[in-house]
Structures are given as structure tokens and as C-alpha cells.
């Protein structure tokens, strides 16, 4: 239905939550209460003068019953009808709803934002729970000084024949792991909750070098026209924490400045008007590798794109964040994932529709390839990087025409069932999210 086809019913409900009668506003704004009826049953068209009155009488300015609800309402409605899998001509009535319920409207958008933030931070919290290498040394020494204690308590209490010195030993002993447990549950609490400022915040050199390129939001015009240096970005960086961070930190940035020597900003935003997203017609054009291209494409300002690069080992180098597609922060990605289909035959390009198992069902062109790095040496196999890039399908009458597959984070933290791909079973219950 039309919104301004619904001026009506907004009269309508704003006359009732004013508990105004019908004949009343009628006789305020100068028409007959039969005239009125037909308005407010959408019967006749209304504007102008008529409009400004009944918006003067109800209080109200008068784009609230022209023009309803704000889009951005409407649309976390339809999200919200989409993710209860209402039928189309249900998810349809999302601005008559609005219109006639604003109130309502405005909780059960703000209910739908909540929910979709918890559920990414649940997420985030298991894949970090299941991988993290701090996180597994933390709970480790917790739960290794803890049974140090018990030990020497057990000890104490059931020998009853110990010497005086002996005794005095394991008090001591007692005391000083007393002091090492205490320490470590603050550095854990500390690394759980960032905000008790016990431990660093990212946790892992990976994560700070996360914050470092999400902070530029992946793009260094410094780099790329000259005027800075990676020496100056990374020293600056109140991000990198540790050596490790800063190390990795200079190999991104170093890979930034040899491709953007090729592929300039520029010329490659230019390209994108004539071309459009087209990974192979762009390598072609600037004379570049399909995985350079996709790095490139992955730093152009604007443009909603996530990238991934791993290496033979399915380790991930790199990663670019896209919303809707979860890439995990520690431990093994989907074995499914186009990025590690195409490391057997480099130089091939994949190109595959994907989703991710969400509430969203948000859908995802990927388009990956791999290519040889480093030297040539004798009697050693070549070292393969492989590049995957995400984009999100558009809204269109033929996006539904391509087979989409299905995928999954890490297997971890993945709630599919009877996946062929699966190595570890999930940490996520039966139905956890209404998958």
C-alpha cells in the first residue's frame, strides 16, 4: 500500500490516541463527520488546507499523517517480518502498522536492533571462547595454581605426622599460590571485560591489528600518494600494543604501498564507473593478478566489500569485515568457503552466491582466486596466498535466479546441521537463534 495512501488511518489513530470524537474534529476543521469518516478510511484523497487544519486540530505536524513513519522504521520492520518468516503481503503491512501503532512500531524496531546486537556479540564472544590462544593460557593458569592449592591443603589435612618445618613449608606454598591465583583471575576478569582496564583490550596481536586497520577504515591515503610512511603509521599507532601487532601491522601496510604502485585510487574509482565490480575485466584492464585486484577493491572508499586472504595452510592473513558474514577471529574458517576451494588450481577464479546462517539471510557474491607469492626456489613447492572478496547481493528480480550455498563461520560456531564439511562439533545448542 502507498504511504500517502495511508493519511487517513494516521488521522484516524492519532484522533483516537487524543480521544478526540470523530464529530468533534470534524466540526473544529469545518466538514461534515460523514466527510471525515471517508478520510479516515483512506476513501478520499486529502491535502492542502484540509491537511494543515486536521494536523492543527490533532496537534501534530502535518508530514506525521502525509508522510508516516521514517523509512528507516518501515525497513527494520519488514527486516523484523522477514526474520519470523511472515509471508509477503504480512511483511507488506509494515507501514500501515507503523502508521496506525507508532508506538508499537518504535519498540518492536528497537526490540529487532537489540536482538541483532546481542546476537553478534554472542557470536564474537563463542568464536573467541572457543579460540583464543590468551584466553586458553588465562583459564589454564587459573585452573593449574587452583589445583596446586588443593594439593598441598590435602596434604595438611590429612598427614597429621608433618614436622613443624615441613607444615611452615606448605603455608608458604599455600600463600604464594594464593597470591598467583588472585593475580591471574583479575588478568582474566581483566581480559573478558575490557573495561576494568586489568588487561589489554584486544587480546592478541591479530585483534590489535584489527583495531589498527578499522580505525583507517582499511584505506591510507597517506600511503598511497606518498606523503606518510608505514614507519610513521605504525609507531603512531595506539593500537598496536605489542611487537607482534606492529610486526604484522608493517606487512599489511608494505603490501598496500606495491599495489597501490600499480593500481592507483584514482584510476581504479574511474574504472569502477565504466566497468562496474567486475574482479577479472579490472586485473585485465590495469594489467594486475585477480587477487591484487581484489585487495584493491577491498580499500575503495565507499565501496561495501569484505575481503579475506589466507594462506596454504588456511591460516587467514588478513581480514576485512563485511556485515552479515562472520569471519572468525581465531582458529579455522569454513572449509566451504570459495577462499580455499581455488588454493588446488591457482589462477582460477571462483565465483559463488553464499549465506550465512543467520536470521538476516542476508546473501553473498564471493569471488576468490590464488596466485604464487615469494621466491623460486629449487626442489621447494611455490607459497600460495589465496584472496577472497565479499560482496553483498542487491535487492533485484534476478538475484534469486543463482543457486545460493550454504556456509558457516567456523565449525565451532556454526549451528548447520548435517553439513558434510563439519570437523568439530558446535558450542551453539539445538536451535540456538531460530536458525
Known amino acids: 500500500m502507498a504511504r500517502d ?7 484516524r489513530e492519532r484522533r483516537t490516541m487524543g480521544r478526540l470524537k470523530q464529530s468533534d474534529l470534524a466540526r473544529q476543521i469545518g466538514i ?3 466527510y471525515l469518516n471517508l478520510i ?3 476513501r478520499r484523497r486529502i491535502g492542502g488546507k484540509l491537511l494543515l487544519d486536521i494536523a492543527a486540530a490533532l496537534g501534530v505536524e502535518p508530514t506525521v499523517l502525509s508522510e508516516g513513519a521514517e523509512a528507516a522504521l518501515i525497513a527494520s520492520l519488514q527486516e523484523a517480518a522477514q526474520r519470523a518468516n511472515m509471508s509477503d503481503s504480512e511483511s507488506g503491512r509494515a507501514e500501515e502498522f507503523a ?8 519498540a518492536l524496531a528497537a526490540a529487532h536492533r537489540k536482538i541483532a546486537d546481542l546476537e553478534r556479540t554472542v ?6 571462547l572457543a579460540h583464543d590462544p590468551e584466553l586458553a593460557a588465562s583459564v589454564h593458569e587459573v585452573l593449574s595454581t587452583a589445583a596446586s592449592i588443593r594439593s598441598t591443603a590435602s596434604i595438611l589435612a590429612e598427614d597429621k605426622t608433618i614436622t613443624e618445618e615441613w607444615r611452615n613449608r606448605f603455608h608458604t606454598n599455600i600463600d604464594a599460590d594464593s597470591r598467583r591465583l588472585a593475580d591471574s583471575s583479575k588478568a582474566l576478569v581483566g581480559f573478558l571485560d575490557a573495561e576494568t582496564g586489568e588487561a589489554a583490550p584486544s587480546g592478541s596481536p591479530q585483534e590489535e591489528v584489527a583495531q589498527f586497520l578499522a ?3 582499511y584505506g591510507f591515503v597517506s600511503l598511497e600518494d606518498g606523503s606518510g610512511s608505514v614507519d610513521s603509521l605504525v609507531s603512531g599507532a595506539p593500537e598496536l600494543v605489542s611487537v607482534q601487532s606492529r610486526h604484522l601491522a608493517r606487512t599489511v601496510l608494505n603490501r598496500v604501498v606495491q599495489d597501490s604502485a600499480q593500481v592507483g585510487m584514482t584510476d581504479l574509482q574511474a574504472a569502477l564507473a565504466e566497468d562496474g565490480v567486475d574482479v577479472i575485466a579490472l586485473s585485465d584492464r590495469f594489467g594486475v593478478s585477480v587477487p591484487h585486484m581484489m585487495r ?3 580499500a575503495v572508499p565507499g565501496l561495501d566489500a569484505g575481503l579475506v586472504v589466507s594462506d596454504r595452510a588456511g591460516s587467514l592473513l588478513f581480514r576485512k569485515d563485511i556485515e552479515g558474514f562472520t569471519i572468525p577471529r581465531h582458529g579455522a574458517a569454513c572449509p566451504l568457503w570459495p577462499l580455499f576451494q581455488v588454493m588446488g588450481q591457482p589462477g582460477q577464479v571462483i565465483r559463488a552466491r553464499v549465506q550465512m546462517p543467520s536470521r538476516d539471510g542476508v546473501v553473498f557474491d564471493c569471488f576468490a ?3 604464487p607469492v615469494g621466491p623460486v626456489v629449487f626442489n621447494a613447492p611455490r607459497l600460495l596466498e589465496a584472496a577472497m572478496l565479499i560482496l553483498p547481493v542487491p535487492d533485484s528480480p534476478t538475484a534469486g535466479d543463482v543457486p545460493v550455498q550454504d556456509i558457516g563461520p567456523a565449525c565451532r560456531i556454526c549451528p548447520r546441521g548435517g553439513c558434510a564439511g563439519r570437523r568439530e562439533p558446535s558450542i551453539l545448542s539445538d536451535g540456538f537463534g531460530g536458525f
Request: zero cysteines.
Open 5 to 11: 495512501a495511508l493519511t487517513g488511518t494516521r488521522i
Open 32 to 34: 461534515s463527520a460523514s
Open 40 to 42: 479516515e478510511h483512506n
Open 99 to 106: 502508521g496506525r501503532f507508532p508506538g508499537w512500531a518504535d
Open 123 to 128: 557470536e564474537t564472544l563463542s568464536d573467541r
Open 215 to 217: 580505525a583507517h577504515d
Open 296 to 298: 584493491r577493491l577491498a
Open 369 to 371: 582466486a590464488a596466485e
